[in-house]
Nanobody
């Protein structure tokens, strides 16, 4: 049984930092593309960043230069370092995993989400 468990969310002031973690189990972690998505109230879920098995990364324009995704295959963990946080970063952040030939909206695994709230 595959499980993705996020942690690290919380309340932070504008300009602050948070580090999210997602621990995966029940899958061969190194084979999977790992991603962070977020969903703000009243908005659609959006891709924040993803990292491939070989460490290549991609970011949404809104977080480039502020967020960093990384992975530790030995620990089955993916991280999202979030710096210079803005109020518009407030959302539930979800970890997701998929094999390279699948899509995140099909045949992917999802965590339960962790709330990030940025106050002004």
């Amino acid at each position: 049984q595959v499980q993705l468990v996020e942690s690290g969310g919380g309340l932070v002031q504008t300009g602050g930092s948070l580090r999210l973690s997602c621990v995966a189990s029940g899958l061969t972690f190194s084979n999977y593309i790992m991603a962070w998505f977020r969903q703000a109230p009243g908005k659609e879920r959006e891709l924040v960043a993803f990292i491939t098995s070989d460490g290549s990364t991609n970011y949404a324009d809104s977080v480039k230069g502020r967020f960093t995704i990384s992975r530790d295959n030995a620990k089955n963990t993916v991280y999202l370092q979030m710096n210079s946080l803005k109020t518009e970063d407030t959302a539930i952040y979800y970890c997701a995993a998929k094999l390279p030939w699948n899509r995140f909206d099909d045949r992917a695994y999802w965590g339960q989400g962790t709330q990030v709230t940025v106050s002004s």
